[in-house]
């Protein structure tokens, strides 16, 4: 038999022909599944990065929002965050912990990362200055942090928990 051709916006997708068995490869059941959860821990960081995109996409559903994974980045983001409303498209940074960069200095990114159960979605410059104001960042800081906007977290320190809250998600 003849391939038959499958298209999309008119162009070829992959031909496929009666005796192909890519769906057999799959495993196919109709019986319940028998899930686990993942340990996040032990996912390599493309794992995590995909696991983190598939969670913080769930949370800004709940907002209204629809969300496409980049790629490749695009002007700093792994991700794109449409609105329901078309009033509001954000570019967001996946990250594993609370991070300034100065590469992400005004890009009109926001930051998204998880601490714990907690997820967090912050503009980046906003954040940065809020801090700055807030004597976070003083001329007895380092260099990389008073200068080049450079800083990680491990954890969400106690005394910048107050100023994240607004962005949990």
Request: with cysteine.
């Amino acid at each position: 038999p003849l391939p038959q051709r499958h298209r999309t916006a008119g162009k070829t997708v992959r031909d496929v022909h009666a005796d192909d068995d890519e769906g057999e490869r799959m495993t196919q059941t109709s019986e319940p599944l028998k899930l686990q959860k993942v340990d996040y821990e032990k996912l390599n960081a493309r794992q995590k990065e995909t696991y983190n995109f598939q969670k913080m996409s769930g949370r800004l559903a709940d907002y209204g929002f629809t969300c496409i994974l980049l790629s490749d980045d695009w002007k700093g983001a792994d991700f794109l965050a449409y609105h329901f409303s078309k009033e509001i498209m954000l570019k967001v940074q996946l990250k594993a912990r609370l991070t300034f960069q100065g590469k992400y200095r005004g890009l009109d990114l926001h930051i998204g990362f998880r601490d714990g159960e907690r997820y967090y979605l912050y503009p980046h410059d906003t954040l940065r200055h809020e801090l700055h104001e807030a004597g976070f960042v003083t001329p007895d800081s380092p260099v990389q942090w008073r200068e080049n906007w450079n800083r990680t977290w491990n954890y969400v320190p106690k005394t910048i928990r107050p100023y994240l809250e607004k962005y949990e998600i």
